[in-house]
């Protein structure tokens, strides 16, 4: 079992080009939608407070 | 048709509210069973062994470069010729997230093109004008937001996606008008894909979940400007308010 996750880790030997890849894919995707959510989430607790609770 | 019956805001949220959740399910569940695919299903490259598996977050990603350029292009276009209220926001929302997936295809790209051509980066035709593309997308937001106005940047950026837009069927074509590095065409080309069925499945479902995924960062940014705009508004009134109220002090202030 071990083995076969180190042989499936170890990319055939590009794990080194493999994991970067898909690492940075999951930095650049997750990135995006942590800074898009965080603002919406901020526009809309703002607009929720000037209009005094009330939905927007 | 009436485009301006899709113009207001009140219907885009609406509208955008109720397709967001689907969006971003299809986009998680697409993703998810991509990568699955991808990194356990799809088989090694006779060639290039495992190496190939850099092909299902690159080709998606660089696609997706061009895709969110052309309709990033289009909106402007609508913006520019009937002054939609929400084109320019489209434009200015998509932006960020073509950027995005362009500098995802230039690294992922030269991972794999270290491995296989044993070089980290060329100037070749396609290598070089993915880089444009990137420096229009940074350009673009840089541009729109160097006026105080945001209506003058944002037609300043309109005129400059348009312009921009030339780029694109260099990218496409780069590899068949040039001797470049990078591989021709394998998917979409006359009499069909070159590529197996075995790895263009994981690749169509990858590319299905970044369009899917794209379209919902599209929607809750678009959402958070209008939030923004309608916020501005509230303030700029609750400033009124208090300056009838007390106009000596405003003047004062």
């Known amino acids: 079992m071990s083995e076969a996750i180190a042989r499936f880790l170890a990319m055939g030997g590009y794990a080194a080009y493999v994991w970067p890849a898909?690492?940075?894919?999951?930095?650049?995707?997750?990135?995006?939608?942590?800074?898009?959510?965080?603002?919406?989430?901020?526009?809309?607790?703002?607009?929720?407070?000037?209009?005094?609770g009330r939905e927007p | 048709m009436n485009l301006h019956r899709f113009a207001n805001p009140a219907?885009?949220?609406?509208?955008?509210?109720?397709?967001?959740?689907?969006?971003?399910?299809?986009a998680a569940a697409l993703i998810g069973i991509g990568l699955y695919l991808a990194l356990f299903i799809a088989p090694p490259d006779y060639q290039q062994g495992e190496a190939v598996r850099i092909m299902f977050v690159h080709v998606p990603a660089a696609w997706m470069a061009s895709l969110v350029y052309a309709l990033m292009a289009l909106a402007s276009a609508i913006a520019l010729i009937w002054r939609h209220p929400l084109a320019d926001i489209a434009a200015l929302s998509a932006a960020p997230l073509g950027a995005g997936f362009t500098l995802l295809c230039l690294v992922t790209g030269s991972l794999w093109g270290e491995?296989?051509?044993?070089?980290?980066?060329?100037?070749?035709?396609?290598?070089?004008?993915?880089?444009?593309?990137?420096?229009?997308?940074?350009?673009?937001?840089?541009?729109?937001?160097?006026?105080?106005?945001?209506?003058?940047?944002?037609?300043?950026g309109a005129i400059l996606a348009l312009v921009g837009?030339?780029?694109?069927?260099?990218?496409?074509?780069?590899?068949?008008?040039?001797?470049?590095?990078?591989?021709?065409?394998?998917?979409?080309?006359?009499?069909?894909?070159t590529i197996d069925a075995s790895m263009l499945w994981p690749l169509a479902i990858m590319v299905l979940g970044f369009m899917l995924f794209f379209a919902t960062l599209l929607l809750v940014r678009m959402r958070t400007t209008l939030i923004e705009a309608k916020i501005r508004v509230l303030l700029l009134s609750e400033i009124e308010r208090h300056a009838a109220a007390s106009p000596r002090q405003a003047v004062a202030s």
């Not at chain 1, 894919?25 to 965080?38: F, Y």
């Not at chain 2, 219907?11 to 299809?26: D, E, Q, V």
């Open chain 1, 22 to 52: 898909y690492g940075l894919t999951l930095c650049v995707l997750g990135g995006l939608l942590w800074w898009s959510l965080a603002s919406y989430r901020r526009s809309r607790r703002t607009l929720e407070r000037l209009q005094g």
């Open chain 2, 11 to 26: 219907r885009f949220m609406r509208l955008s509210s109720a397709l967001l959740p689907w969006c971003g399910a299809g």
């Open chain 2, 115 to 156: 491995r296989m051509w044993g070089t980290w980066w060329v100037w070749d035709a396609r290598l070089t004008s993915v880089l444009v593309l990137f420096f229009l997308y940074l350009g673009y937001l840089a541009l729109v937001n160097a006026f105080d106005e945001p209506g003058r940047g944002a037609r300043a």
């Open chain 2, 165 to 193: 837009i030339v780029n694109l069927p260099i990218i496409k074509f780069s590899v068949d008008w040039w001797n470049t590095l990078h591989q021709p065409a394998s998917v979409f080309r006359l009499g069909g894909p």
